[in-house]
């Protein structure tokens, strides 16, 4: 299949080029030169940009099929831009078994739509105590190893991990927090939480995780991917560690870059998520974090929750928001509320994840994977359960008109979602 | 940030879930049909046809006695059916859904849900979920907020102390894990009581605490000196020793009401407590049947206030 895109602003994160023009796939990749095309589409008055690449998205399978199917959230995906996405392991069972991860990418290869790029889990059943046999399930398909929402309390442990993976130049790929200080909590710890009684998460439950996991990065020399950045402190002590040369890049949840503690407003449970919404100072360190690089990217951390799950008491309440066809939308809102060019603001979802997830992607230049999407930035997207395509309706965003709307996504040279 | 949830569109009370953002008019409206309602309560023939053929239902999702009998004494006083139901037993233990639960009991024709739940802001999934002539009253929400309580906590301080323009009240002990102390607080600062003082250990005061307005002590004595009103508050047996607090024993030395601590206070002062006490944990029993205390007129009050909310939300 050869396509031909025509007429838009192409716009390539990697090299900085913003212009009208054309860009033309042929065999999977991008392409130099332009042959007769098989189809052609007209994308005058619209945007030509690498697929987005989402650092953090749950498909929910194997186990949570009545929360969401590879089949729902793929196609969530396509429609939300997302050509590539790293799934967690945090399914049932866990991805701690090379088999498992096998089947996942099978599934995934047979639908053809985004590419599934799995986290293997760093412990066996993400319990903190056992090391998975990385070898073997690198050798499977895991980019990475990880705990998902589980962190290793045992230190012991951690750091044996932490040698092993350094050993085999695995990279490893974890929250910063402490699970002793965020035991029972459900908010972040601060005036929301003491004015609605809710039982706190304190910001340093991030930072004293965060100190813990640089310091053995120093002693291991571990490839360390911080993920889910929640606080001001701790984007400090990342961007200390960036000036002193450390090999750690972060990511953040793009709602982090946009809601605070006080979008809980009357315990709305939608505002519930992992790590929680901190206060104001945070948020705008977050953005400003992203902004400057010292947060290489954003990610959906998408999580489908069904509605009973949420229509709960907030400390009984499901954490995790559907994020997969909200990260475009809330990816420029971000980059316009701190006025940057498009190829800045994509770059934090497109060549800056490429580089941390290790692939071809994220870049139009010739020869890169043919992952391109054509979207309409200031298209509105209402925000509603039937606009959705994810079964997660979840999201603290219900209601609201965004901006940024994609109409059509290709994967691998071939048109996998087409807005009608 | 949304409409007030436990307000109708006129801004009259539909629900009453928590102190917090209720405007002096309507806090005061209770008070002064709480007052009308103490002499009902001291009758002979102890009832009044305010309720009469309304359903108010009893929804304890947590076990208690004391709160759940005063409201019942108090919706049979306005002449309503009350149905007790211990959730905690039933339904919640078979698996049903807090708003399945309360959808099956709409269906039996509700006028009025009386609700404690552990969860903090449970009672306001409730009232979202209810239909429009149905109203939810908060019995106690986690640590979130326990209004009635709160309410004739401020009966009790105006009866007393007849306004809150000069006073010093102290609330001493647990604020961390304390429904009864948010409530109040957000009550007297709504009434304008020039100075609220929480008195505890860092272990049991929430982050922040300074944001809901009052001033922090840690050392008992400063805290109770020159102050009208003394509220302690329970301490959970859980919590009595752990990593929060090393013994009942300590904490009494440190924060337990004594004869000697109150001496510290205004002369006039009165001693609270929102029961059940731990004598010799929270205070001393000497204090707490001394000539300061009103621990029992309050649960006299208790009646009126909760007969007071009643009458206005149904009437709303």
């Known amino acids: 299949m050869r396509i031909l895109i025509r007429g838009g602003r192409v716009v390539d994160p990697a090299s900085g080029r913003d212009s009208i023009g054309e860009v ?49 959230e793929m196609e969530a995906a396509v429609a939300g831009g997302v050509t590539s996405l790293a799934c967690a392991p945090d399914t049932d069972p866990p991805l701690d078994e090379p088999g498992l991860v096998d089947m996942l990418r099978r599934r995934a290869k047979a639908l053809a739509r985004a590419r599934v790029y799995p986290l293997g889990a760093l412990t066996v059943k993400l319990e903190g105590r056992l090391l998975t046999e990385m070898a073997e399930l690198r050798a499977s398909g895991c980019v990475a190893f990880s705990q998902a929402n589980k962190p ?30 965020a035991k029972g909590g459900v908010a972040h710890d601060g005036e929301v939480a003491t004015r609605l009684g809710l039982s706190g998460i304190p910001a340093f439950a991030e930072t004293i995780a965060l100190a813990t996991l640089l310091e053995l990065v120093r002693a291991t020399g571990t490839r360390l991917h911080v993920c889910r950045l929640s ?33 809980l407003g009357y315990f709305n449970s939608h505002c519930r998520l992992e790590p929680p919404l901190r206060g104001q100072r945070d948020r705008e360190a977050l953005s400003r974090g992203l902004a400057d690089g010292t947060i290489d990217c954003a990610v959906s951390d998408h999580t489908p929750v069904d509605e009973d799950q949420k229509q709960k008491p907030f400390d009984e309440a499901e954490p995790g928001a559907t994020g997969l066809e909200l990260l475009l939308p809330l990816t420029l809102k971000w980059g316009e509320e701190r006025r940057l060019t498009l190829a800045q ?4 979802v497109t060549c800056d994840a490429a580089r941390v997830l290790g692939v071809a992607s994220g870049r139009l230049q010739p020869h890169a994977r043919g992952d391109v999407i054509v979207f309409d930035p200031h298209a509105p997207f209402h925000v509603r359960p039937e606009n959705l395509k994810s079964q997660g309706k979840n999201s603290p965003f219900l209601g609201y008109e965004l901006a940024g709307r994609v109409r059509a996504t290709i994967v691998d040279g071939k048109i996998v979602y087409e807005e009608r | 940030m949304q409409r007030n949830p436990q307000l109708n569109a006129n801004g009259e009370l539909q629900h009453l879930l928590s102190i917090e953002g209720l405007p002096r008019e309507i806090l005061l409206q209770i008070l002064d049909t709480a007052e009308s309602f103490v002499g009902v309560t001291e009758r002979d023939i102890k009832k009044v046809p305010l309720l009469r053929g309304k359903s108010v239902f009893n929804l304890f999702f947590e076990p208690s006695t004391r709160t759940r009998t005063t409201f019942e004494i108090a919706a049979k006083r306005l002449s309503a059916d009350v149905i007790n139901l211990n959730i905690a037993l039933s339904s919640q233990s078979k698996g049903e859904s807090l708003l399945d639960t309360v959808a099956n009991l709409s269906a039996m024709h509700a006028d009025l849900f009386v609700v404690r739940h552990a969860s ?42 007849k306004e809150f323009g000069g006073l010093t009240v102290a609330v001493v002990g647990d604020i961390l894990h304390s429904r009864v102390a948010r409530s109040l607080i957000h009550g007297l600062t709504t009434l304008g009581t ?11 005061l929430p982050a922040g605490v300074e944001s809901l307005g009052v001033r922090v002590f840690h ?37 337990g009401l004594t004869a000697e601590k109150l001496a510290l206070a205004h002369p006039q002062a009165i001693v609270m407590h929102p029961g059940p006490m731990n004598r010799g944990v929270e205070i001393d029993s000497s204090v707490a049947d001394g000539p300061h205390s009103v621990i029992l007129p309050q649960v006299t009050f208790g009646i009126a206030v909760r007969m007071a909310v009643m009458s206005i939300v149904a009437g709303n």
């Open chain 1, 231 to 263: 606080s001001a402190a701790g984007v400090e002590l990342i961007r200390a560690a960036k000036k002193e040369k450390l090999r750690v890049t972060c990511d953040v949840g793009i709602h982090h870059v946009h809601l605070s503690e006080l979008d």
């Open chain 1, 345 to 348: 603001t994509l770059a934090r």
């Open chain 2, 120 to 161: 903090s802001g449970a009672p306001f999934l409730i009232a979202r979920a209810v239909k429009p002539h149905e109203h939810v009253i908060n019995a106690g929400d986690g640590r979130h907020a326990h209004p009635t309580q709160g309410l004739l906590d401020l009966f009790t301080i105006r009866h007393y102390k």
């Open chain 1, 24 to 72: 033309f796939l042929a065999d999977g990749k991008i392409a130099e030169s332009t042959g007769t095309p098989d189809r052609t589409l007209d994308a005058a008055g619209l945007v030509v940009a690498p697929g987005l690449i989402d650092l953090s998205a749950r498909l929910r399978e194997p186990g949570y099929e009545y929360k969401a199917t590879l089949e729902s």
């Open chain 2, 219 to 255: 050392d008992m004595r400063d805290g109770v000196q020159g102050a009208d009103v003394i509220v302690m508050l329970r301490l959970q047996n859980e919590r009595m020793s752990g990593a929060l607090l090393p013994s009942a024993q300590e904490f009494f030395m440190k924060y």
């Open chain 1, 152 to 181: 290793i309390a045992d230190t012991q442990v951690l750091w044996r991990a932490l040698q092993y993976a350094a050993t085999f130049g695995y990279p490893v790929w974890l929250r910063a927090e402490d699970p002793w200080l």
């Open chain 2, 194 to 204: 020039p100075e609220v003082r929480v008195i505890g250990p860092q272990t049991l």
